[in-house]
């Protein structure tokens, strides 16, 4: 007898050993903060890196070129031959006839030509461009803004789903201790076989709920790597609370989104883009005044006629006035538009002011209401946990019964969803206040 348990000991130990020496060795993940997520998306979001591509665009028209102060230089030459039979015939002289003459003409030129004057329409061009490029500037901020809100949106759900996460394993962890005392009990003949199936029962639905949560936490995080523009990051942890700032003021707020929310100051710009294009329109019904000069060579070449060689070369200038007496009332057409297109973005811009102010007023408003919650369904888990933890022992004791441990834990359960989700609702409204602010750091 002594004999066959040294022998299973001996195996059991080798068995031991082999796991030891065939197991990994697990190390914690990475904790990646919401300050992180938010750098990483501003580096690698998609939206992000098209809407910055396109602002771009806009400053590169910004250009002293592309607004008309620049000259114009240009360079051109040619060649030309040509063969032909002439016959003449002059009085007192016998026919000439020349077959296959070959002329050859060649030429090149440079032209220096710069608009000296036209109706100060360049000035106007030059400011609306950059009227346009700083209207794309402050798109490209609303886009980020949004991203940015998106981020913290999507890294707020995985803080939720983790903590739920946690307190299902909590709930798990009870369910299994009821499970134990209840087989106890009922080895001792105090619970029936009936109390031991419905906890069993309730022990499988908390588990099946902590698998179904566990997806959810996984979709969260898949969500957030796709903002990240990483769909197939590794493993990470997240930062197990994020604060709430409590001492936002609605004035603050209004003050600051009068003046840095995007959507308004593209407004702004959009409607000085308008401005400066009827001034260019303006602009076209003075004269414009061109000055010109160049640089000519050329020569040719005949096997027939009496010039068997030219050659000329040379530089000339001048000045050109020019004056569009009419263009089919065209001017007038696009000035019409532009006076519209400015009078609309001051429409537009009363409108989302307005609409700022209600959004921020209404937020606020919620954002406050949800911060009360949050204090008083802290004081509900707390309540929650010590009646959890009373329960258990009052169970352990025989003084309550399996049904009302388990109402006493479904209470803890949803006491914790509710704090958790109080949570995510209050600074889900802290980041959009912000973003209707014009906070690009959130």
């Not at 030129?109 to 009227?131: H, I, P, V």
């Not at 700022?356 to 888990?381: A, C, D, K, P």
């Amino acid at each position: 007898m002594h004999h066959m348990i040294r022998r299973y000991a001996s195996y059991l130990l080798f068995f031991c050993g082999f796991l030891l020496l065939n197991t990994e060795p697990v190390y914690g993940q990475d904790v990646l903060t919401l300050s992180d997520a938010l750098e990483q998306a501003r580096e690698n979001n998609y939206e992000l890196q098209i809407s910055q591509n396109e602002l771009q665009l806009f400053v590169n028209d910004v250009s002293i070129g592309n607004a008309g102060f620049l000259p114009r230089l240009t360079a051109s030459g040619d060649r030309n031959t040509s063969i032909t039979t002439t016959e003449q015939e002059f009085i007192g002289q016998e026919p000439e006839r020349t077959p296959n003459a070959e002329t050859t003409q060649q030429a090149a030129r440079a032209t220096l030509s710069w608009r000296a004057f036209d109706g100060l329409g360049r000035f106007a061009t030059w400011r609306r461009l950059q009227s346009e490029r700083d209207a794309q500037q402050q798109r490209t901020r609303s886009v980020t803004q949004d991203v940015l809100t998106e981020v913290t949106i999507a890294y707020l759900t995985i803080v939720r789903e983790q903590q739920t996460v946690e307190a299902l394993k909590e709930s798990v962890e009870i369910s299994e201790e009821r499970l134990r005392l209840t087989e106890l009990r009922n080895r001792l003949g105090t619970a029936s076989d009936l109390e031991v199936r419905q906890a069993r029962v309730d022990l499988n639905a908390d588990r099946a709920q902590l698998l179904r949560q566990e997806s959810s936490l996984s979709v969260a995080r898949s969500q957030l790597n796709r903002l990240l523009g990483a769909p197939e990051m590794g493993p990470y942890e997240v930062e197990a609370e994020i604060p709430l700032d409590t001492n936002l003021d609605q004035d603050l707020l209004l003050a600051d989104a009068r003046q840095n929310n995007p959507r308004l100051q593209s407004l702004v710009h959009a409607r000085e883009s308008a401005g400066e294009e009827r001034r260019e329109i303006r602009a076209e019904r003075l004269p414009s005044v061109d000055l010109q000069m160049s640089y000519e060579y050329s020569d040719q070449t005949s096997e027939s006629g009496f010039v068997r060689f030219s050659e000329s070369y040379g530089l000339s200038y001048g000045v050109s006035v020019t004056l569009n007496l009419f263009d089919g009332l065209n001017r007038r057409r696009r000035a019409q538009n532009a006076q519209v297109r400015e009078r609309n973005a001051e429409l537009a811009f009363r409108e989302i002011e307005a609409e700022l102010v209600t959004r921020i007023t209404e937020e606020f408003t919620t954002f406050r209401n949800r911060i009360q919650l949050v204090e008083l369904e802290e004081s509900n888990v707390e309540d929650a946990r010590a009646n959890a933890d009373l329960a258990l022992r009052q169970f352990e004791l025989g003084a309550i019964t399996s049904l009302e441990l388990r109402e006493v834990q479904e209470a803890l359960i949803q006491a914790e969803t509710r704090l958790l989700e109080s949570r995510f609702e209050a600074r889900s409204s802290e980041a959009e206040l912000r973003r209707l602010a014009g906070d690009i750091h959130l």
